[in-house]
């Protein structure tokens, strides 16, 4: 069975994102990276109501694994980030869920639940361009991870 990823972003009360285009961006993003993975988008106006709508796997299926979006999280460079993404496919992973927490950070709950905290850098970003930048490293691990050339032109030198 294929891996298939969910980003989940906590919004409060808003339906949908206030910028156009950080809307616009994460839809690219999110369109590219569908033509190696199944790839859906989800927003919940709390914690509480994602983890009800995320408590029990579907029929046939196992738990999903779940990585909190988390300033105190591990970071990964592009290349280690496709490699977890890749053993996660690899190892039969039939569902990864990322998910960006409400503005006040995630409850001692969530962390418990959590498979891994990653964290996309020290500093704290807006809830779209924090989703803007998981779909485009989603997009960018995929192409790594076949070969594309989208990531060729940024590796480190050394």
Same mark, same amino acid.
């Given at each position: 069975m294929e891996t298939e990823l969910a980003i989940l972003a906590s919004s409060g009360a808003r339906a949908k994102f206030k910028s156009a285009a950080a809307a616009q961006m994460l839809a690219d993003y999110c369109d +590219?990276?569908?033509r190696y993975v199944p &790839? +859906?988008?989800?927003?919940?106006? #709390?914690e509480e109501k994602f983890f #009800?709508?995320? #408590?029990k796997p579907g029929p046939n299926r196992r738990a999903a694994r779940l990585?909190? &979006? *988390?300033?105190?999280?591990?970071?990964?460079? $592009?290349?280690?980030f496709a490699g977890w993404v890749g053993k996660q496919r690899?190892?039969? =992973?039939?569902? %990864? =869920?990322?998910?960006i927490g409400p503005? *006040?950070?995630? $409850?001692?709950?969530?962390?418990e639940k959590a498979d891994l905290l990653l964290? &996309?850098?020290?500093?704290?970003?807006?809830?779209? %361009?924090?989703? =803007? =930048? &998981?779909?485009e490293q989603i997009y960018r691990a995929f192409t790594i991870l076949e070969g594309h050339p989208y990531h060729l032109g940024h590796r480190i030198l050394g």
């Open positions: +590219r990276a569908r &790839l +859906r988008i989800e927003r919940f106006a #709390s #009800s709508a995320h #408590s990585v909190l &979006l *988390d300033s105190r999280g591990k970071l990964l460079s $592009s290349e280690a690899d190892e039969g =992973v039939q569902q %990864l =869920v990322f998910a503005a *006040d950070g995630w $409850s001692a709950h969530a962390y964290s &996309l850098g020290p500093m704290t970003f807006p809830h779209e %361009l924090a989703a =803007v =930048v &998981l779909a």
